[in-house]
């Protein structure tokens, strides 16, 4: 069975510093990972996702991700952090086919400081 | 595109009730799957409904059951309400695939209270 760990529950950065959240997975297979975003009282939106066509991602609002089989990791980064950025940070991942769910972490909370 | 709506946005029951909650996919989506999300936790699978059947099912008690209308429209109802299952449910939509890695697209989500 897939599973995600995200490292970290909460995330304070500057405004204009890097962002980075931590994402391990654990699959049988080779997996299709997936980030989320999800700002209060709504639902998920999606940020990147990685099918295997590229190990580099790159998603919306100028984040990215890279998969590194070696590590098992997808971690999430975006450069310059904007006071928009503050959030909930959701990793995922569902396993290539036959198992159609996402499993997702338990979300890191994104807070920006000015 | 209205994309994925839910209704009602919020909802509260008394313990041993039951509820609907209630799901439109976006335009063109065959598929429908339902989440719980509990205050601080990721968002659990509970099911996913494609031609009208629930093609798989995640570790929730029968209590929790679905439908999907020939419309692709959903339904989730919960029946014998406890206070563990105040949490806001999501609906996604997606298309078909035997594949993994579809995009699914999310509603807004019911925040349903038990008291």
């Known amino acids: 069975a897939q599973s995600v760990t995200q490292l970290g529950s909460h995330v304070s950065v500057s405004e204009g510093a890097l962002v980075l959240l931590r994402c391990n997975y654990s699959s049988s297979v080779p997996p299709y990972l997936f980030w989320y975003v999800q700002y209060p009282n709504q639902g998920l939106q999606l940020l990147l996702k990685y099918t295997s066509a590229a190990t580099l991602v790159k998603g919306i609002n100028g984040f990215e991700a890279e998969f590194k089989k070696s590590e098992t990791s997808f971690h999430l980064t975006k450069p310059s952090a904007h006071m928009s950025d503050a959030a909930e940070y959701f990793c995922a991942v569902s396993a290539a086919g036959g198992d159609y769910k996402l499993s997702f972490g338990a979300g890191t909370t994104v807070t920006v400081r000015a | 595109d209205a994309g994925v709506t839910q209704s009602p946005t919020h909802l509260i029951k008394t313990r041993g009730q039951q509820v609907t909650l209630r799901c439109s996919p976006k335009?063109?989506?065959?598929?429908v799957s339902w989440y719980q999300q509990a205050l601080g936790q990721g968002p659990q699978f509970i099911f996913q409904?494609?031609?009208?059947?629930?093609?798989q099912r995640g570790n929730f008690p029968d209590r929790f059951s679905g439908h999907q209308f020939p419309n692709y429209s959903s339904e989730l109802n919960v029946n014998a309400l406890l206070l563990g299952d105040s949490a806001l449910y999501l609906c996604?939509?997606?298309?078909?695939?035997?594949?993994?890695?579809?995009?699914?697209?999310f509603g807004q989500g019911t925040r349903l209270t038990v008291v």
């Open positions: 335009s063109g989506h065959d598929t």
């Open positions: 996604a939509s997606s298309l078909f695939s035997l594949r993994g890695g579809v995009e699914a697209f």
């Open positions: 409904y494609y031609e009208e059947e629930e093609r």
